[in-house]
């Protein structure tokens, strides 16, 4: 079970850290990742880490502006978005799946879904 919190109203130019709680004993062994999605648009893919964050994946839509991160003591995987801007007002979702060393930028390689946290950026 994925749970995501730190969602919520903030104001253009504001930061926000997305924390996505994982339940079970074998957190360490997954992918994870970061999407959104808007009303009436698609998924989109943020970010996403392997077990050990060895290895990450960014949109390059983002341009430097999110940071993708996991405390596996933890069983938590993080998202810091900076700058925000009125155009990231979406539903966040995080995403994981054994970790099979792949690549993992794409919603279609995760397996389980959390339900998501409301992100609202007002300008």
């Known amino acids: 079970q994925l749970v995501e919190s730190g969602g919520g109203l903030v104001q253009a130019g504001d930061s926000l850290r997305l924390s996505c709680l994982a339940s079970?004993?074998?957190?360490?062994?997954?992918?994870m990742g970061w999407f959104r999605q808007a009303p009436g648009k698609e998924r989109e893919f943020l970010a996403a880490?392997?077990?050990?964050?060895?290895?990450?994946w960014y949109a390059n839509s983002l341009k430097g502006r999110f940071t993708i991160s996991r405390d596996n003591a933890k069983n938590t995987v993080y998202l810091q978005m900076n700058f925000l801007k009125p155009e990231d007002t979406a539903v966040y979702l995080c995403?994981?799946?054994?970790?099979?060393?792949?690549?993992?930028?794409?919603?279609?390689?995760?397996?389980?879904w959390g339900q998501g946290t409301q992100v609202t950026v007002s300008s």
């Open positions: 995403a994981a799946v054994m970790d099979s060393g792949g690549s993992y930028y794409y919603a279609e390689a995760f397996e389980f």
């Open positions: 079970g004993r074998t957190f360490s062994r997954y992918a």
């Open positions: 880490l392997t077990w050990n964050g060895g290895s990450t």
